[in-house]
């Protein structure tokens, strides 16, 4: 995730955050909370957007929407924490807003799920199926090196598969 953080900076390119303070107190995700705290090397910088949240998505009760369309920004690269929360439901609602939106799985991540049965499912099969939920019907799927390529090559060699046109 550093990596492709500085491939957009490196290219002067706007870098979104999107920061959650839960309504819970005692929540991991309370800014208040050293869990809550910014991790070391994703400081917001002056020229970034970062919009706080208490939901899932990125853009309820945001305006993130708006600064993106400000900036004229049409394609978006989701990377982040909780792939079948907050990822998964910002990414949702940006390929519904029109934007070319692509996930980095593999800068995406999630715990484990109690499923109503009491079955114990897997992080990695959680973060695998919400993956396969969004590719093809909200975003494209890519790997961090395709990132880079889209970086370097405004991705004429990568195939769209976006279906929410």
């Known amino acids: 995730m550093l990596r492709l953080l500085a491939a957009f900076r490196q290219h002067g390119l706007t870098i979104a955050y999107t920061r959650h303070d839960s309504r819970e107190a005692a929540s991991p995700l309370k800014f208040s909370l050293p869990t809550g705290a910014q991790k070391e090397g994703f400081e917001v910088q002056p020229t970034d957007i970062c919009v706080e949240k208490d939901v899932n998505s990125g853009f309820i009760g945001t305006d993130l929407e ?7 920004i049409k394609r978006l690269v989701i990377v982040g924490f909780f792939t079948n929360m907050c990822i998964e439901t910002t990414t949702r609602m940006a390929g519904n807003l029109g934007f070319d939106t692509y996930l980095v799985p593999d800068c995406c991540a999630t715990t484990n799920r109690i499923g109503l049965d009491g079955a114990d499912y897997d992080a990695e099969l959680v973060h695998d199926m919400t ?3 969004l590719h093809g019907e909200f975003c494209t799927a890519i790997t961090p090196g395709d990132v880079l390529a889209l970086l370097d090559a405004d991705a004429p060699q990568l195939d769209r598969v976006q279906g929410n046109e």
Request: charged fraction near 30%.
């Open 131 to 133: 993956v396969a939920n």
């Open 66 to 72: 708006i600064q993106l369309r400000r900036k004229g």
